[in-house]
């Protein structure tokens, strides 16, 4: 009805106007991150920058959720009827090249997402949360996942979250996952001296990505398959006795994912 779309018109005003107040704040938010990247499981100032100013905007934060020492949960104080929205927020950033991924910009957009819908919530029913998500960039072991299986996400109806992107849109295709890692054992000796009592660990890495790279003509176009070698000994003229693979396996569904991992499994048996 007209009545409901001039309610909206207002409210979106009301948040734009909301939005513009507090963007000073969450840009020097966003600044501090940037220029103090921090890898998975290691967002220590993150997390202690973000829970410090969520609390002085009156939000109650539990730390720590999900066993996760750099998680948190933040609601407000007031409780309201109805459902819980949680504003996902990811902080942590790249090994060198630091927030590429634009982390500082998610959980900087669930903050202020959540504040400003916060306020406007009397007007409303519902309920929002920031949830504090850590080591997105680290697949192993899955930080989500933990959360989820730890209870953290019990009393959430729904989330959202923002990436940054080259473009402006509502929802996205996006793979779907499963991050392996290898680790092969040898026998170490000298390889001058005593070359054939040796079994090397890295021979058995290079040909499990040779065959790796075989398997690749034989997939659909949306799988994507890359890894590096994590592990490939310590000497020259030591035959490794230890080689580590890690490989990102990716597709547009999850069922033909796991199909693939098994041939993908194969190539190192």
């Known amino acids: 009805s007209n009545k409901i779309i001039i309610l909206l018109k207002t409210m979106e005003k009301e948040i734009f106007a909301a939005v513009d107040k507090l963007l000073p704040e969450l840009w020097e938010l966003a600044l501090y991150m940037q220029k103090n990247p921090e890898l998975s499981y290691e967002e220590f100032k993150a997390h202690k920058k973000i829970v410090t100013y969520l609390k ?146 890295l021979d058995a890495a290079i040909i499990t990505m040779t065959s790796i790279e075989f398997l690749r003509e034989h997939v659909r176009q949306d799988v994507r398959i890359h890894g590096i070698i994590k592990d490939g000994g310590t000497r020259a003229n030591i035959v490794p006795e230890n080689a580590k693979l890690q490989y990102h396996i990716r597709a547009l569904d999850v069922n033909y994912l796991n199909d693939i991992e098994e041939r993908f499994f194969n190539c190192a048996r």
């Open 56 to 201: 002085n905007k009156g939000f109650e934060c539990k730390e720590s959720v999900g066993e996760l020492n750099t998680a948190f949960i933040a609601k407000p104080k007031k409780v309201n009827s109805g459902p819980t929205v949680g504003f996902i927020a990811e902080y942590d950033a790249l090994p060198e090249i630091g927030h590429a991924c634009g982390h500082h910009l998610i959980s900087t957009s669930a903050i202020g997402a959540a504040i400003v819908l916060n306020e406007i919530l009397p007007k409303m029913k519902g309920n929002v949360a920031i949830i504090g998500t850590p080591a997105e960039e680290s697949p192993l072991p899955p930080a989500k996942q933990t959360m989820i299986d730890n209870g953290a996400f019990e009393n959430v109806d729904f989330s959202l979250m923002m990436h940054p992107g080259d473009r402006t849109a509502v929802g996205w295709n996006t793979l779907a996952i499963n991050a392996v890692e290898f680790d092969f054992k040898g026998r170490a000796t000298h390889a001058a001296m005593f070359p054939h009592e040796g079994r090397s660990a």
